[in-house]
């Protein structure tokens, strides 16, 4: 169980990093008129990211579960989500915020990663991530219940940024 608490602690101050930088650029683009969508939405998904990763951890403890080819798999797949998600970042540089916004003269990023794959930060960061701490903790309720669940505010939030950005090439 140390391991995974060990684990687990790495990956989620890796995440308070990223958002720490989420708020440094937010502060910054609200100065200078960005405009917040899915307001609601961006909280709910931020307080179900909080759920799932500590009842991930809660359920590991409940259940006793030990560090072993299961958790190795879960690093292995957090380690490939958290690459991505510092990624994302490196592309998106100053527009990057775990909520969505769009800036006055927003630029798209036409990079090969953006062209390639539809919303990578979602596809390739937030739902292996998911995942991955599910199985560094093997918590198979958390996968089962909360993973749908979170899915579906995702979706929700992938239709709203299509509708952000579908305006913003109107303009």
Not at 27 to 48: E, F, P
Request: glycine share 4%; aromatic share 16%.
């Amino acid at each position: 169980m140390n391991y995974i608490i060990l684990a687990f602690a790495i990956f989620f101050a890796l995440r308070l990093v990223s958002l720490a930088y989420s708020i440094y650029n937010e502060k910054r683009i609200v100065k200078a008129g960005a405009v917040q969508y899915g307001k609601t939405n961006s909280l709910l998904l931020t307080l179900a990211h909080i759920a799932y990763y500590f009842g991930s951890l809660y359920e590991a403890y409940s259940c006793n579960q030990t560090f072993g080819t299961l958790a190795w798999a879960g690093v292995g797949v957090m380690t490939f989500a958290y690459i991505m998600l510092f990624y994302v970042i490196f592309q998106l540089r100053d527009v990057w915020t775990v909520k969505l916004y769009i800036v006055p003269n927003h630029r798209i990023d036409t990079s090969f990663l953006f062209r390639t794959v539809r919303h990578p930060n979602y596809l390739l960061n937030i739902i292996p991530e998911l995942i991955g701490v599910a199985l560094l903790c093997q918590s198979w309720t958390i996968l089962a219940i909360g993973f749908p669940l979170y899915c579906c505010l995702l979706a929700v939030r992938i239709r709203q940024e299509e509708r952000a950005m579908a305006d913003l090439r109107k303009q």
